[in-house]
């Protein structure tokens, strides 16, 4: 039987967002988390992260540099009673200055091709899945990928419905009651 995920979004979500997190000096994790992450665990979901990764692309850091960054934050996670099914990743851009990297990518956030990649590699129910992200290209990837429920966070606020069916959330721990 396929698996229920919480799929989460990486910068802004994860980690504080400082704008092309590629080490660790600059990897601050959000506030709740982990708490999240274990609440969604102890009630049979798998965590997966879903990141788009333009610094790749644009030169910022390396695709090596952020794999490392990546074990080393699935390291963290653990640490905490917390495995990580999966990162995935897309290091493309259109606009990218690494001539590899600089191309449109269907994995590129708003679309879908990561999550429904992550639903083939780890056996995913994305209709009884959820995605929380910070930003409407999340959304949209969730929505275009069947995500049963999308969360957008927002920090500041409470919890609302958004005319596309999404939650808005202030805070990570606004999500605990609908992982059930």
């Known amino acids: 039987m396929p698996y229920r995920a919480l799929l989460l979004d990486r910068d802004g979500v994860v980690n504080v967002d400082h704008?092309?997190?590629?080490?660790?000096?600059?990897?601050?994790?959000?506030?709740?988390?982990?708490?999240?992450?274990?609440?969604?665990?102890?009630?049979g979901f798998r965590i997966a992260v879903i990141t788009n990764q333009a610094g790749i692309a644009r030169g910022y850091y390396t695709e090596p540099a952020f794999l490392a960054l990546s074990g080393w934050m699935r390291g963290e996670f653990q640490a905490r009673g917390v495995e990580l099914a999966g990162v995935f990743h897309c290091p493309y851009h259109k606009a990218g200055t690494v001539a590899p990297y600089a191309r449109d990518s269907f994995w590129r956030k708003p679309n879908p091709g990561m999550i429904l990649e992550a639903a083939r590699r780890l056996n995913l129910d994305l209709a009884r899945s959820v995605f929380l992200g910070d930003q409407p290209t999340d959304m949209e990837a969730a929505q275009a990928g069947g995500v049963g429920l999308r969360a957008l966070l927002s920090p500041g606020g409470g919890v609302t419905r958004t005319d596309a069916g999404a939650l808005t959330i202030g805070r990570h721990a606004d999500l605990l009651a609908h992982l059930t």
């Open 19 to 43: 704008g092309y997190v590629g080490d660790r000096e600059r990897f601050v994790f959000m506030d709740g988390v982990f708490d999240l992450a274990r609440h969604a665990v102890d009630r």
